[in-house]
C-alpha cells in the first residue's frame, strides 16, 4: 500500500499516492495545469516547460518531473507564470503551421488547448520574427500520416517507439532545424517502423495522425487476431467499422496495440463478405433463404453415421461457438471426430505438459513477464506473432531483465538480448538438454523442489550424464560455453520464465521439444511461482478457448478423457455418446481420401492452405460428398463446399474468447452484420433443431457460456458480468474466485500432484542431403495473418514487406547466382512452387524463409508427423532451389 | 566491410562506444555510409534510428560522401553580413545541389560552416582547404567550373 501524501494546489488541499508528480496529483484530481510533453503512463520529460509551477520559496518546478511531498505548498497560476508560459506557446505557435479547422486534431489538440487557456493573441505572435518550418508531409504509411510543419518537438512519439523497443523514430538533427526523423530521414514506410501506432496515439497536436474517418461512437471488445487477446475501442461510424484504439484500462495490453489491432479491423466492413447462404447445383453457388439452406443441410446429414462425418472447430469462433459444434457433433451426429487448427500449432504442448504438469496452458501470465529477472525467448519471433507480447518482453529488458535468444534467425529480438543461441533448426532438444547438462554439473538445481515436487529426476539425471559434449556441439552448431553461460544465467535468476512458439512444437519432435523445456523448468524450480513458468504463446485469438470447449477427438469440454467423462456428459446432455476416440485433423483429410469420411462441417477454416502437404487436403474436399464451410468470406476452401453459410465476424456478435494466459474476455456486438450472415451459433442451434435433436434451445450466447460453466469447473465461477471488466484467468471455481494469475501453486494437477521428468528424445526428421540441400523454415509475417482471409480485405497492409518472397542469405544468392528479384523454384519432395528471392541478411546460411499467408508453401511441407501430438512438421522441410 | 568489421571489432560493443565508431567509421570512409551505420546497429543493439539521431546531432559528421572539391561556404558573422547567404544560392543554383550534398557526378560537395576565422576577407569560402577571399556571386561560376 502505497503512502498517500497530502499537498496544497493554489490553496486546495489535494491527495495523492506517494511518488507521483505534481502534474499528476493535479491531473487525478481534474485541475488542469497546461502541458504538452506529458502523458499519463509515459515518463515525465520536462521539455515543453508549460507545466511549471511555482513552490512555497518562489522557485519555478515542472509539476511533471517533481514528486511531491507531504504540505508542499504549489502554486500553478500566477502572472509569473502565465507571462512565462505565453512565451514558450507563442514560441510554439510560431513555429507550427496548419490551419486549425481543417486539422484532423482540431477539438483534441493539445496545443489549441494551451493557446486558448493563456489567451494567445496576435499580439504575442506578430512580434515573433517568421519562422521557416519544414512543413514536408511523410504520407508514405498507408494508416497514418506524419506532418512535420505540426509537430511541436515534445518527443511523445519518440518515446512511446522507445518503449516499445522499436526506436524507428528520434529527434535528429540539432538546434533549429531539430526535427523528428527516421534513419537517414527516409521515408517511414522504408524505415524500420513497424506502423503500430503508438506514437499517433501520443501526439498531442495534428503531427501524426490517423488516415482513417473519426468514429461516431466506440463498442469495447477484444481485437481477433492474434492470442494475445488485446482489448479495444471499436470505432465506429454508421454501420461500419473504421478505427480502433488500444483500451488502456485492460489489463493484457494496458492500451498498446499493433498494426493488425489498431489499423486491420475493417475487413470486416468489405464488400466480399458472405451475405447469404449458398447452394452448389450443377457446379454453380445459388442464393438461397436460410430456411433452405437448413433443411437442405439437416436432410443431408441424416443419412450419414457417426464416422462418416467430421468438423472442424474454429479458433477464430467465440467459446460458445465451439462449444456447440463439439456438442453437435457428439450429440446429435454421434461422433467424437472433432478437432481445430490447435493440431498444427499448439498440439505438442497440450500433450506434453498435461503429461508434465498437468495442464497444456500457459502456466503464468502476460504481464509477469515484466518481472522475470531472466526470459527465454525459444523458437518465437515475439515482434512479429506476438507483438504487444513482446512489447512487454523488451519492457522487462530495459528494467534489467536478461533475455536469451534461442533461434537459428536472427530475429529483431536478438537486438534486446543478452545471449544469443544461433542453433541450427531443428536442434532444440540437444540445445536443451545440454542446458539441462550445465546446470546439473554446476549443481544449480533446485533440490527442494525437485524432492517435494516431482517425480522421475533421478533417471533424467542419468540420460543427461550419458550425454556427450561433443555430440551437442556437432547436432546444435553452438560451443559448450556458449551453451554453459545461458545455462548459469537462466538458472541463477531467481525468477525464470520461458516463452515459446511455433519454432518449438511444428517439428516433428514438437512434443519432444516441449519435455525438453518443461525439464529446464522443473530443474531450477521456475514454476508455481510468480514470474516464472513455461508459456506457450498461442497462435490464434481464441485457440486457448477452442481447446478448453473440447473441440478435440478424444477430450470433452474442460478436457474431461471421453472414456473417465462419458457418463457425466450422457447425463446432462441427456443421451447416448460415442465411446471410440475421433480422427486428429491431418487424419479426417487421409480417411477423407479414402472414401471413410462422407461429410465435412468446417466453421471459420481455410485447411486448403493451412495444411501440411496441401495436395492431399485438395484431393480429400474433392472425395467428400457433403461439405458445408461456414465463413465470413468466400475462401479457397469454400470453393469444394457443397453448401456455404455467411457467419457474423466478431464485431456482429457476443461471445467469449480466451487468450493464451487463459483469460476468459468479452465480446460484444457492435455493428450490423451483412446481409442475412448469422452467428455460428445460432446456425448449429438451428441445423440441430432441424434434425429434430433437442439440447440446442439456446437464446443466447450467455445461455450457452451457463451451460458451459456447469460442465468445465476451470470456467464454474464465471459469468458474463464477471468478465466485463478486464476478463478472468481460468480456473475459476466459484463465484467469489477471483481467478488464477499462475498456475501449480500449491500442486501440479497431476494425479498424485507431482510433476514429472519425462525423457525426450533426439530424433530429427529431415536433414539437408545432395538432392535437397537447403532449409525451408515457414512462419508469420507482422503485416499478414494466417491464410489472409481477414488480411487481404485490408488495401494498406499489401504496402508492407512482401510476404510472397523467398528469403535467403545473400552469401547463398551469390553461390546460386541469383538476385533479389529473380525467381527460383523451391522444390521439396513432396512439390515444388515458384519464389520471388528476398535477401535476409538475419538467415543462416543454408537456411531459407517463406511465411505461411504465402499459399503454395504448404505444397512443400511434409505432412509426417509428431508421433505423440500428431503435429505435422511444418517449420523445417529440406529444399532445392532451381533458379529460374 | 572487412574495414569496417576491423574498426566495429575494436570495440565492444556498448551504447557508449557509438560516437567514437562513428568517428572511426568516417575517418576511413570520409562519410558514413548508410550500411555501415545499419551493421553499427546490430554490433551495438541501438537502433538504427537512434544512431542516426546521435549523428546528425554532431556537424562532424557527414552522410555523403565529399565530391573532388569540397566547397565550404562561411556564414561567420562578419561574411553573413556581407551576404554569405547570396553565396550559398548562388552556389546551390549552379551545382544544382542543396547544401550538403554531393554532385551526382562527385565533382563537387557544398557544406556551409561557422566562421573560418578570416573575417577581414568577408565574405569567403573555401575550396579543398583554399581560400578564396571578398568573393562576388558573379564569380562563382568560373571559380567551379562543370564539365561538358
Known sequence: ?884 | MQRLRKILESYQGKREDIIPVLQDIQKEYGYLPENALKELSKYTGVSEGQIYGIATFYAQFRFKPKGGKHVIVCTGTACHVKGSDQIIDTIQRHLKIKEGDTTPDHEYSLEAVGCIGCCSLAPCIMINEKVISKIKPRQIKRLLPQKS
Not at chain 1, 476478463?727 to 510433476?755: H, M
Not at chain 1, 535467403?808 to 541469383?818: A, C, R, S
Open chain 1, 1 to 884: 500500500m502505497k503512502r498517500r501524501m497530502e499537498i496544497i494546489l493554489d490553496g486546495q488541499r489535494i491527495r495523492v499516492d506517494e511518488g507521483k508528480s505534481i502534474l499528476d496529483a493535479a491531473l487525478e484530481n481534474n485541475i488542469y495545469i497546461p502541458h504538452l510533453c506529458f502523458r499519463p503512463g509515459l515518463d515525465a520529460f520536462g521539455a515543453c516547460r508549460l507545466c511549471l509551477v511555482e513552490t512555497l520559496d518562489g522557485r519555478l518546478v515542472t509539476a511533471c518531473e517533481t514528486p511531491v511531498e507531504d504540505g508542499m505548498q504549489v502554486i500553478s497560476d500566477s502572472d509569473r507564470l502565465n507571462r512565462i508560459r505565453r512565451v514558450i506557446a507563442s514560441l510554439l505557435i510560431n513555429g507550427h503551421v496548419g490551419d486549425c479547422l481543417k486539422c484532423p486534431r482540431s477539438g483534441e489538440c493539445k496545443l489549441e488547448d494551451i493557446s486558448s487557456y493563456l489567451g494567445i493573441n496576435d499580439e504575442d505572435l506578430t512580434k515573433l520574427r517568421e519562422f521557416k518550418i519544414d512543413d514536408s508531409i511523410d504520407d508514405s504509411n498507408p494508416f497514418f500520416l506524419k506532418d512535420n510543419g505540426k509537430c511541436i518537438l515534445c518527443g511523445l512519439c519518440v518515446q512511446s517507439c522507445d518503449i516499445i523497443g522499436v526506436n524507428a523514430i528520434d529527434f535528429t538533427f540539432r538546434g533549429a532545424k531539430t526535427k523528428i526523423g527516421t534513419f537517414m530521414d527516409k521515408p517511414l514506410i522504408d524505415s524500420i517502423c513497424v506502423s503500430c501506432g503508438e506514437c499517433v496515439e501520443t501526439c498531442p497536436v495534428g503531427a501524426l495522425v490517423k488516415k482513417s474517418e473519426k468514429p461516431s461512437r466506440e463498442v469495447k471488445t477484444v481485437c481477433p487476431y492474434c492470442g494475445v487477446g488485446c482489448g479495444i475501442y471499436l470505432g465506429i461510424r454508421g454501420d461500419r467499422i473504421v478505427s480502433a484504439r488500444g483500451d488502456p484500462e485492460n489489463p493484457v495490453n494496458n492500451g498498446r496495440l499493433c498494426v493488425k489491432g489498431r489499423f486491420a479491423l475493417n475487413f470486416v466492413n468489405s464488400s466480399e463478405r458472405l451475405e447469404k447462404p449458398l447452394i452448389k447445383e450443377d457446379n454453380e453457388f445459388k442464393e438461397v433463404e436460410w430456411d433452405e439452406a437448413i433443411a437442405f443441410i439437416a436432410d443431408k446429414l441424416s443419412k450419414y453415421n457417426g464416422d462418416e462425418f467430421a468438423a472442424i472447430a474454429s479458433a477464430k469462433c467465440t467459446n460458445e461457438e465451439n462449444y456447440l459444434l463439439q456438442k453437435f457433433t457428439r450429440t446429435v451426429m454421434k461422433s467424437n471426430n472433432i478437432d481445430h487448427c490447435a493440431r498444427l500449432c499448439h498440439a505438442p504442448s497440450l500433450v506434453a505438459l498435461s503429461e508434465s504438469l498437468g495442464s497444456g496452458a500457459m502456466t503464468n501470465s502476460i504481464n509477469e513477464l515484466k518481472k522475470a529477472s531472466c526470459i527465454l525467448a525459444i523458437g518465437t519471433n515475439t515482434t512479429e506473432t506476438h507483438p504487444v507480447i513482446a512489447y512487454k518482453v523488451i519492457e522487462a529488458v530495459k528494467n534489467g531483465s536478461k533475455l536469451i535468444v534461442v533461434n537459428p534467425t536472427r530475429i529483431e529480438l536478438v537486438r534486446h538480448a543478452d545471449i544469443y543461441l544461433r542453433n541450427k533448426p531443428g536442434t532444440d532438444v540437444p540445445l536443451i538438454l545440454g542446458m539441462c547438462k550445465a546446470i546439473i554439473e554446476k549443481n544449480l538445481i533446485d533440490h527442494e523442489f525437485m524432492k517435494k515436487r516431482t517425480e522421475g529426476f533421478e533417471s533424467f539425471k542419468e540420460y543427461v550424464y550419458d550425454l556427450e559434449w561433443d555430440e551437442i556441439e556437432s547436432i546444435t552448431g553452438i560451443s559448450r560455453d556458449k551453451i554453459r553461460e545461458a545455462a548459469i544465467l537462466y538458472a541463477s535468476s531467481p525468477a525464470a520464465s520461458i516463452i515459446y512458439a511455433m519454432g518449438i512444437t511444428q517439428h516433428f519432435n514438437g512434443t519432444d521439444n516441449v519435455f525438453a523445456l518443461s525439464n529446464l523448468a522443473l530443474l531450477t524450480g521456475n514454476l508455481g511461482r510468480a514470474n516464472t513458468g513455461i508459456n506457450p504463446l498461442r497462435g490464434q485469438n481464441n485457440v486457448q478457448g477452442a481447446s478448453d470447449m473440447g473441440a478435440l477427438p478424444d477430450l470433452y469440454p474442460g478436457y474431461q478423457s471421453i472414456d473417465d467423462a462419458r457418463e457425466k456428459f450422457e447425463k446432462k446432455w441427456n443421451c447416448k455418446l460415442p465411446k471410440e476416440k475421433g480422427l486428429i485433423l491431418p487424419k479426417i483429410f487421409e480417411r477423407a481420401c479414402k472414401g471413410k469420411i462422407k461429410a465435412l462441417y468446417i466453421m471459420g477454416e481455410n485447411p486448403i492452405l493451412s495444411e501440411a502437404d496441401i495436395n492431399n487436403v485438395e484431393e480429400a474436399l474433392k472425395s467428400i460428398e457433403f461439405l458445408i464451410v461456414q465463413d465470413i468470406f468466400p475462401s479457397e476452401t469454400s470453393k469444394f463446399a457443397d453448401v456455404i453459410l455467411p457467419a457474423c465476424s466478431f464485431a456482429e456478435k457476443d461471445g467469449t474468447f480466451t487468450n493464451t494466459e487463459r483469460r476468459v474476455q468479452l465480446i460484444k456486438s457492435a455493428v450490423r452484420p451483412p446481409g442475412d450472415a448469422k452467428p455460428d451459433w445460432w446456425i448449429i442451434c438451428k441445423i440441430a433443431e432441424k434434425m429434430g435433436v433437442p439440447g440446442f434451445e439456446f437464446e443466447n450466447p450467455r445461455e450457452i457460456f451457463d451451460e458451459i460453466r456447469e460442465l468445465v469447473p476451470a470456467y464454474g465461477g464465471m459469468s458474463y458480468k464477471r468478465l466485463e471488466n478486464g476478463g478472468i484467468q481460468w480456473p475459476c471455481r466459484s463465484r467469489d474466485d477471483p481467478g488464477t494469475v499462475f498456475l501449480y501453486k500449491d500442486g501440479f494437477t497431476r494425479e498424485n500432484g507431482r510433476a514429472k521428468f519425462i525423457l525426450p528424445s533426439f530424433r530429427l526428421f529431415e536433414t539437408p542431403d545432395e538432392d535437397y540441400p537447403f532449409i525451408l523454415i515457414t512462419g508469420r509475417s507482422l503485416y499478414q495473418y494466417h491464410t489472409r482471409t481477414m488480411t487481404s480485405k485490408i488495401k494498406g497492409l499489401e504496402e508492407f514487406k512482401d510476404w510472397k518472397s523467398l528469403e535467403m542469405n545473400p552469401i547463398d544468392g551469390e553461390k546460386l547466382g541469383v538476385r533479389e528479384g529473380d525467381f527460383v523454384l523451391v522444390k521439396s519432395r513432396r512439390g515444388s512452387v515458384k519464389a520471388k528471392v528476398r535477401f535476409n541478411e538475419a538467415l543462416m546460411e543454408g537456411v531459407t524463409f517463406m511465411s505461411f499467408h504465402f499459399a503454395p508453401v504448404n505444397r512443400l511441407t511434409s505432412s509426417v508427423r509428431d508421433p505423440l501430438s500428431g503435429m505435422p512438421a511444418l517449420k523445417v522441410s529440406c529444399v532445392d532451389l532451381i533458379p529460374q
